[in-house]
């Protein structure tokens, strides 16, 4: 075998921009939306009391992809990232791997872009501020994909103070308390979902809600009558039902399949999005193998272009 280049986490980064990653993502969920792109169901195997793995496969534009990936939430205590993990790309056609990846880099940026995708989709057409609940990783580049669309300025808010204010100051918008975070336009949550952030009280007419954090069972970032109260949109009704936001709202039985429209029908221009100016629309991600293909493809493509240089390792 030939050798197999490896594309570490900076590498990822200086690969693809936010506004590349946003049109590469909102053209994925098109073509799952179409049946053009394949992904089964994640894979979850828990590492008590850690954390748990995640295998995520897709297939789609001549391309599969393996993405194992872990949340591990005690990391940062060792310093250690939460996210960690490997991806995999491979020729559909031949099975021969033709990339490593770097996880941890593809997950953060597909999750920002899938913020600015909902909220284009999404949010009131007059929509600009932002405000940014959790300001790790994933969270920065939230903000980033975000403006890269045109939305701002912002508000940031973390626990810790010095990530709410270094964001701020690379985008030149605001560090904040968490009531004024969640006062903008475009409000994306980007916590663990150990904790709550967004009760019933804090929606307002015409607000749009990214709920990023909460991706596995057990987690959430608003309450349920919060949840319950929103018009409702997800990234896959099957994956977000059992492990989303949305899974504790609808095994409390106060929300059902018809009250979810997944976010893929409403780009294609199949399924209603924001029923007017005063819904307060709510975007449950939990993230789709589809994201990270297509992000993966992006730099593979760049790659073989030989804008960016890897590493390599023969198998």
Known sequence: MSSLPVLGHDAVLAAVSPQEAIERVRSAFLAFHRGDWTMPAKVYLDSPPFGDFRAMPALGGGLALLKWVTSFPGNPARGL??????????????????????????????????????????????????????????GAWTARCLAAAGYGPGICFDARPDAAAELAAQLRWRAGKRSDALRGDVVCCVTP??????????LRAGLHL????????????????????????????????????????????????DRVTELGGVLAGELPG??????????????????????????????????????????
């Open 81 to 138: 990232p939460t996210v960690t993990g490997v991806i995999c790309v491979s020729d559909a056609a031949t099975g021969e791997p033709l990339l490593l990846l770097d996880a941890r880099s593809v997950t953060a940026l597909r999750t920002g872009a899938v913020a600015a995708v909902a909220a284009q989709a999404l949010a009131r057409p007059d929509a600009s501020t932002v405000g940014i609940v959790g300001c790790g990783l994933h």
């Open 193 to 202: 979902g150990s904790e709550v952030v967004v009760g019933a009280g804090d």
């Open 210 to 257: 990214n709920m990023l954090g909460a991706d596995g069972q057990g987690k959430a970032e608003a309450t349920l009558d919060a949840v319950a109260a929103c018009s409702l949109f997800c990234d896959e009704w099957e994956q977000a039902s059992h492990g989303g936001e949305l899974a504790g709202a609808v095994e409390a039985g106060l929300v059902a399949r």
């Open 274 to 315: 924001r029923t007017g100016p005063e819904a307060v629309t709510l975007f449950d991600s939990t993230g789709l193998a589809i994201q990270d293909l297509a992000v993966a493809a992006a730099v593979l493509e760049v790659w073989r272009e030989g804008r960016i240089p890897a590493q390599n390792v023969t198998l």
